[in-house]
């Protein structure tokens, strides 16, 4: 079972009513939350330092370019914020800039994305989406210096052995990529082919899932528009051990 510990709760205003992207702004050590009307009309972005405080709540009215914002994930080099819109357009990939949170790029994918994340160690991008039932569909990118929209490698089929076929968050490092089901956390190992799947706690469900000095943290949507930040304890150190020294 996944054990967390509980960092800071966010209380959502109407319309604004559940939570989507999560990630870590390490070049102004800040948390960014996105979050979204039933709609899709309205997104309220939120900076949250790491001690848990709001420091400032960014509206929009952009169903077009942000919609949804099934996942949030940050982009060093090129300082932008990387946001999906698939229940309005499924090829769209939107970059922030991640200093002022405004639409900088329009991406235009070859493939439909869904839940995204960037490995800033592999220059590694991955999409995840619901592919059939159990299966999902892991399609790898690669980024180039100065160009903000990643280029296709492969694709595979991973099973995620739980029929219901709901996905949240995304989160990439080396050679690992997590992602959860409404039921579990899943690790999968690209390079040996393993596959972990950690049990969830009931009524817990993960949104997305970021990384901050070698520990993984994760948004948690909560009824009654509340949001969550918790610290996933336990895999730490036998996942993030390798990039810890690089503090990041």
């Not at 709001?54 to 370019?65: A, C, K, L, V």
């Not at 991406?107 to 989406?129: E, Q």
């Not at 039932?133 to 990118?141: A, D, T, V, W």
Request: with cysteine.
């Amino acid at each position: 079972m996944l054990e967390t510990e509980l960092i800071t709760r966010v209380m959502l205003f109407d319309p604004v009513n559940q939570c989507q992207g999560f990630c870590w702004d390490s070049k102004r050590k800040q948390f960014i939350l996105a979050t979204i009307s039933s709609d899709n009309k309205t997104q309220d972005i939120f900076r949250i330092s790491f001690d848990g405080s709001i420091t400032i709540n960014y509206h929009f009215n952009d169903r077009p370019r942000l919609g949804h914002m099934n996942t949030l994930t940050y982009r060093r080099d090129t300082d932008v914020i990387y946001t999906t819109n698939a229940t309005i357009d499924g090829f769209l990939l939107t970059a922030l800039d991640a200093k002022y949170l405004s639409v900088k790029e329009e991406i235009k994918m070859p493939y439909k994305v869904f839940n995204v994340a960037y490995d800033p160690f592999t220059h590694k991008f991955v999409s995840i989406r619901p592919y059939k039932k159990n299966i999902r569909l892991i399609q790898e990118y690669k980024c180039v210096a100065n160009d903000n929209k990643p280029q296709f490698v492969r694709e595979y089929e991973l099973d995620c052995e739980n029929e219901d076929i709901n996905n949240n968050g995304a989160f990439v490092f080396l050679d690992n990529i997590i992602f959860t089901t409404l039921t579990h956390l899943v690790i999968y190992d690209t390079f040996n082919n393993v596959k972990t799947m950690v049990e969830l706690p009931k009524n817990f469900e993960v949104e997305d899932i970021d990384i901050v000095d070698g520990q993984l943290y994760c948004s948690v949507y909560r009824p009654k528009g509340i949001v969550e930040i918790h610290r996933i304890l336990g895999l730490d150190s036998q996942l993030t051990k390798n990039i810890r020294p690089i503090g990041f």
